[in-house]
């Protein structure tokens, strides 16, 4: 009995440390990588328009700008979380802080149409990869505090949006959309000056055997953090099924039992990669939250996006529907940046939503909740209504919006294996840009066709497809641990 009061997990050192200097930073780290995913998602709805003004495009040309974004995005996500779960979390999140701060740079001097869109591709497949920061972060946080500093976390992309609204209504109108870009870019240059002092995840490296390079950042944080590792000698993991708690004293006996032959479970999700991997997360244990997680994120993705487009097609009450010409007054239109900028902050209170809840009664009723919600707040758009009300229906409905789109990144990484987990998240991610894809054909063109309730039917259903698919989940992962292996 003494032999396992000398070994401890990651999730062991983790709640000894609490929450510390070194989460701060980490925290820090990763949001700013949040900041500017959203910055580049948000300046979209801003450049499209002016591109279009400038180059005399095509309405075809200038959605085109927008949908190769998630097309990159598509390809990157599931790129991008291969590679982080064969060769480390931080492999990862450097290439793609590299290709999106670099590609969105070089897209304010684009020359041409076709030299934009193809920079433009590339920062989306960039921008494929931020679901491994999020993962590297989840890493590093106590499971007690999960949910809560997730949704922390998920409230820097609020910052992005915002900052970027604010950014358009301060460039554009004196400016050009190739200041707006440079300027946007900036966020992931930051990225690549701090990256030399972050570290791997203990976790993750104790899921490849490297238990002496786990300690060693083990070791490190808890000397940021001013705190004492539990004693005795760190192991990789206790042999339990996903995501339960240990709840049976023969857990322990488990433990000391596989402390010298748990090598074997380690060597087999050591070597999940590429096409192992999707298959893993098609297996029978698997496969029902993998299907089901999928349906969700396209639904969220599809609804987040279409309600942030609709709030530029449907902010001018005025607008004569179905108008072939773009008024020229739309590249400068501070109505607009202001309209947009307000809808923005729809993102805060369903931050302070989703804290308040998502702990509370768990991540799977907080998300049918605030998905059933938002539904309420979008229905009186299936006809035209007055701008100051259209502007509050699509601030309440972001906001509930966002508050599950925020849950669900919190929930994602919880279901699935260290082992396994970038790639899951990527997969799912990779799916849900199909609904980035197609957004704008609801969003802008149905509407810009004098379509507008087709338009609001279409989404309403995608949230409420979304709200019951969420109900089906197999697990409530609230409160407790990440699991590091795939159980047998």
Avoid at 269 to 283: H, K
Avoid at 306 to 329: H, I, Q, Y
Avoid at 452 to 465: D, F, K
Wanted: hydrophobic content about 50%; glycine content about 8%.
């Amino acid at each position: 009995m003494g032999d396992a009061k000398s070994t401890y997990t990651v999730d062991d050192a983790l709640l000894s440390m609490g929450f510390g200097k070194f989460q701060a930073f980490v925290l820090a780290y990763s949001g700013m990588a949040k900041i500017s995913e959203a910055m580049e998602m948000m300046l979209l709805s801003f450049v499209g328009p002016s591109v279009q003004t400038e180059w005399e495009l095509s309405p075809h040309e200038e959605s085109l700008i927008s949908s190769v974004v998630f097309i990159g995005m598509l390809v990157g996500a599931y790129s991008w979380g291969i590679v982080s779960d064969k060769y480390g979390r931080r492999v990862g999140f450097n290439f793609t802080a590299l290709i999106t701060g670099v590609a969105g740079f070089l897209s304010s001097f684009a020359p041409n149409y076709l030299s934009l869109i193809f920079l433009r591709f590339m920062v989306g497949v960039g921008l494929g990869g931020g679901h491994v920061l999020a993962s590297w972060f989840l890493e590093f946080v106590p499971a007690p505090n999960r949910g809560t500093w997730m949704v922390v976390f998920s409230a820097f992309w609020s910052v992005g949006t915002i900052l970027e609204a604010s950014l358009a209504w301060s460039v554009m109108p004196i400016f050009s959309w190739r200041w707006l870009l440079a300027f946007s870019s900036l966020p992931s240059f930051a990225l690549l000056l701090f990256y030399p002092i972050t570290l791997e995840s203990p976790r993750y490296l104790c899921m490849k055997g490297k238990i002496a390079d786990a300690m060693h950042v083990l070791e490190k944080m808890a000397r940021i953090n001013h705190v004492s590792l539990p004693s005795g000698n760190l192991i990789s993991h206790r042999k339990i099924t996903d995501l339960d708690d240990i709840t049976d004293s023969s857990d322990a006996v488990k433990l000391i039992a596989n402390r010298k032959s748990g090598g074997v479970d380690r060597s087999k999700d050591a070597e999940i990669g590429g096409f192992n991997a999707i298959l893993t997360l098609l297996s029978p244990n698997l496969i029902r939250s993998t299907l089901l997680l999928w349906m969700v994120f396209f639904g969220q993705a599809f609804s987040y996006y279409a309600v942030v487009l609709l709030t530029s097609e449907l902010s001018n009450g005025n607008r004569k529907c179905g108008s072939e010409e773009m008024p020229l007054s739309h590249k400068n239109d501070v109505g607009l940046y202001r309209n947009v900028f307000i809808t923005s902050f729809g993102e805060v209170p369903g931050l302070v939503l989703s804290a308040v809840v998502v702990d509370k009664i768990g991540r799977k009723r907080s998300m049918s909740y605030v998905l059933f919600t938002s539904c309420f707040f979008l229905l009186p758009l299936v006809i035209q209504q007055r701008e100051v009300l259209t502007t509050l229906l699509l601030f309440g409905a972001r906001s509930c919006i966002s508050a599950s789109f925020t849950i669900l990144h919190i929930y994602a990484p919880e279901i699935y294996p260290t082992s396994v987990r970038a790639t899951g998240v990527g997969v799912a991610s990779s799916l849900s840009r199909f609904g980035g894809i197609l957004c704008p054909i609801v969003a802008v063109g149905l509407v810009h066709n004098c379509h507008q309730t087709a338009a609001v039917l279409v989404i309403e259903t995608a949230m409420l497809l979304s709200g019951v698919a969420v109900a089906f989940f197999p697990v409530e992962t609230s409160g407790r641990r990440l699991s590091d292996h795939i159980s047998v």
